[in-house]
Structures are given as structure tokens and as C-alpha cells.
């Protein structure tokens, strides 16, 4: 392969863009250092499609000087990335080292999370070896997946059409669907979450095309994963439109500036709710409301900041994005605490309607409105769970522990 002079002594320069609009240039410095700058014509756009609620400041202007960030890149871009196995395996196939975030965004540029692309701006299609840092490589030696999905459970992007067939390409871009494998450590998670998610559409929450699937069906499952028995779960992606259109997406870990690692800390479902009454319409506050008192009644105590996101249809107005990753996760973890706080508490047990009263003042909205989108969601749960769980793929003893679990809920007694 051809020898580029000084490869690994200058800076290297990926271009973000949203669709077509030039969004700026991060550039990895000889030092490691990772620089994001905002293109100057994209910042006086007074039109410019929004990259990050994070890059405004309370007013809705840029804020433009962002941190530079040593190995990782600035929180926005961190949190792009995929985390745990499925980030190590694809740096190991795409020989970039997994802690390198630049240049892991460098070999998943084309296929990201929402309408960001990446690209070198010399034209090069792959980041350099690990092993051979000095080489300019025209093509991976062999099969890399070079999407990204982010967070640690394990997920694939797919091709196709559940009811014909559903596969994984090697180069595993383009797909519109996310397929989530079973776990040997969380028995029957795939119909779990399919399950939590036919039960909120059910009780009108906004739910995207799902389903599952033999895993034995789907072809193209990489070979770590082969092994893996039972049923796939699979989504429709809601940031890929039709004839490939990408749209912008946002989680509110992205929303907060925070690394991934921090999904769990320093904001609230308080300053959520405070946020989407800001941002958003009273429709979409609704089903933040309707979304939140479902999830603690269903036992997922894991809906943290990266479980939540906004959308962009038209580039520039914020929405609730569609539901995603509902789990009743009393099925598998003790504590008995949410992710996130409602006022400042995090058992699930004090969720009254005092404290939703007192939630609706932190959060300064209208304590009328959230209360009765709270009662209306509540009824509906109550009404519908002794009948729906019959017809859900659910062991016994995840039915079991969703109904003892409810009774602890106290917005949900005595309807």
C-alpha cells in the first residue's frame, strides 16, 4: 500500500455535515487533541439546521468555542459512538484503537445516529491502521461493520423486510432497522422489550414498527454473536426516512453536553420536563408525561438521558423523538430505583400524586396538565395490563413480577 510522508505527524480533518450543510471540521492534533470548529458560513446561516441544542446558549445563539478534548472527542460527537462489545469488535475489525474516538468516528462517519455525516476532507475513505499508522488505506482488509448505534447493548443495523427477510450486510450501512440480539445474561430480554412496547402503544404512546424474529433467519450475524439462541427484536430506525433520508436526531445526554459515561448523572426528569415545555407543545409534553409514569409502572428503572431524544423532521423544530428501549427491568436488577429523579426522589414507591404536584412546580409546568395526563395514564395501565399480558411473549415469572411491582406504585392503587 502506498506510504503517505509524516502520516502520523500532521493533523488529520474530518468534515461534519447534516444532509448536505457544511457544519464544521474536527481535527485530531499530532498531541491527540481532538478541536471542533463550527464552519463560519454555517454559523451566520440564520436558517442553519440545528447539529445540538448544546451549541446554543439561552438566547438561541451558536456558542462556538468548544472544548478540545484529549483521545475522546467533545460530548456531542462522544456520544454518537457505540459502547462495550460491539465498540470493541468493530475497532478491532476496523484496526483503529476503540479509545481513539476520532478516529472510530473517522471509520463510522457514513453511517451515524441522525443526519451527521463525517468525512476526511483529503478523501481518504479509511482511517490509517493501528498497526500500520504511516499507510493510506483504500479498503479494509476485510468485512468491517461501519455503522454506529449508540450504547452498550448489543445491536445491529439491518436490511430488508421483516416479512420477507431481514439481514445483516457486511458492511453492516444503510439499514432501517435495528436488530437487538438475545442476551445470555438477561433471559428473554428481546421479548421484553417488544412486549413493553406493544403495551405502550397500546395505551397511545407513540411506538415505531416492531417485531421479533428467529435469529437463525437473519443472515449475516458476525461470528462472535452466531452462537446466540432464541429470538431478535427489531425496530424501524425513526432517523431513517424513505429513499434514504436521514434525519436528525438527538438524545438528551447530547442535549445536556455530557459524556455517555454521565447518562446517569446531574439532570433530572425535572429539567427534562422543563426543557420539552420550553422547546416543544403541549402535545409533546403530554407524551413525555404519558411515557414517564408508564415506564416506572412497567418496573424500567433504566430509562436514563440516552433512553430519551429529540427529533428534527424539518431540520430545525425539535420533537419527541418515537419511543425506544422499554424493558422491564425489574425482570433482572434488585434495586428498585430510577434512573433519573422526579423531584428529587427516586423510588418508585413514593409516586403519588403529591409528588408529581410538587414535580410540576420544580419543573414550572402546569401542575393541572401533568396531573391529569398522570391519572389518564394511570387508569389506562390499570385497565389494560390484566388482559394484554396474556397475549404478550412473557414468561410467567415476568408477568408475575410486573403485577407485584405495580401494586407497590401508588399512583396506580385505588383507581
Known amino acids: 500500500m502506498p506510504k503517505t510522508a509524516n502520516n502520523t505527524n500532521r493533523p488529520s480533518v474530518l468534515e461534519v455535515r447534516l444532509g448536505e450543510t457544511l457544519v464544521g471540521t474536527l481535527t485530531n492534533l499530532p498531541n491527540d487533541q481532538n478541536l471542533f470548529v463550527f464552519d463560519s458560513a454555517y454559523v451566520a446561516d440564520a436558517d442553519r439546521p440545528v447539529l445540538s441544542l ?9 456558542i462556538t468555542n468548544v472544548r478540545p478534548v484529549t483521545r475522546r ?3 456531542f460527537f462522544s456520544n454518537l459512538l457505540p459502547e462495550g462489545a460491539l465498540r470493541q469488535f468493530i475497532a478491532e475489525r476496523g484496526e483503529v484503537n476503540a479509545q481513539r474516538e476520532f478516529f472510530l468516528l473517522w471509520l463510522l462517519g457514513n453511517d451515524l445516529p441522525g443526519a451527521v455525516t463525517v468525512r476526511d476532507a483529503e478523501g481518504r475513505t479509511l482511517p490509517p491502521s493501528e498497526k500500520n499508522p504511516g499507510e493510506t488505506r483504500a479498503r479494509a482488509g476485510r468485512d468491517v461493520l461501519r455503522f454506529s448505534l449508540a450504547g452498550v447493548q448489543l445491536k445491529l443495523s439491518a436490511i430488508g423486510n421483516p416479512d420477507r427477510q431481514l439481514s445483516i450486510p ?4 444503510g439499514g432501517h432497522w435495528i436488530v437487538k440480539l438475545p442476551s445470555p445474561a438477561y433471559p428473554g ?7 413493553m412496547m406493544e403495551f405502550a402503544r397500546a395505551i397511545g404512546i407513540q411506538v415505531p414498527e416492531i417485531g421479533l424474529i428467529p435469529l437463525d433467519e437473519i443472515p449475516g450475524i458476525p461470528e462472535p454473536w452466531q452462537q446466540l439462541k432464541g429470538n431478535a427484536y427489531y425496530i424501524r430506525r425513526f432517523d431513517r426516512g424513505s429513499h434514504g433520508k436521514r434525519i436528525h436526531i438527538e438524545d438528551f445526554n447530547q442535549l445536556y453536553g455530557q459524556f455517555p459515561e454521565a447518562k446517569y448523572k446531574n439532570y433530572s426528569y ?6 420539552l415545555w420550553r422547546l416543544t407543545d403541549e402535545t409533546q409534553f403530554a407524551e413525555f408525561i404519558r411515557r414517564l409514569i408508564f415506564n416506572v409502572a412497567i418496573g424500567n428503572n433504566d430509562m436514563h438521558l440516552k433512553n430519551w431524544s429529540l427529533i428534527y423532521p424539518d431540520g430545525h423544530t425539535p420533537l419527541l423523538a418515537p419511543a425506544y428501549d422499554f424493558v422491564s427491568t425489574v425482570r433482572y436488577i434488585a434495586d428498585d430505583r430510577l434512573a433519573l429523579s422526579i423531584a428529587k426522589e427516586k423510588s418508585p414507591t413514593e409516586l403519588n400524586m403529591e ?15 401533568v396531573l391529569d395526563i398522570a391519572r389518564e395514564t394511570a387508569n389506562t395501565i390499570i385497565s389494560l395490563w390484566p388482559a394484554i399480558q396474556k397475549n404478550l411473549p412473557l414468561d410467567r415469572t415476568t408477568r408475575d413480577q410486573i403485577t407485584e411491582h405495580m401494586k407497590s406504585i401508588p399512583i396506580l392503587q385505588n383507581r
Not at 409528588?355 to 393541572?368: C, G, I, N, W, Y
Open 355 to 369: 409528588l408529581l404536584e410538587r414535580f410540576a412546580r420544580k419543573a414550572q409546568v402546569p401542575s393541572k396538565l
Open 170 to 173: 457486511a458492511s453492516s450501512m
Open 189 to 195: 430480554l428481546p421479548e421484553n422489550e417488544f412486549s
Open 54 to 62: 448544546s451549541f446554543y446558549d439561552a438566547y438561541r445563539n451558536p
Open 270 to 275: 425535572t429539567n427534562m420536563a422543563n426543557d
Open 73 to 75: 472527542l467533545p460530548p
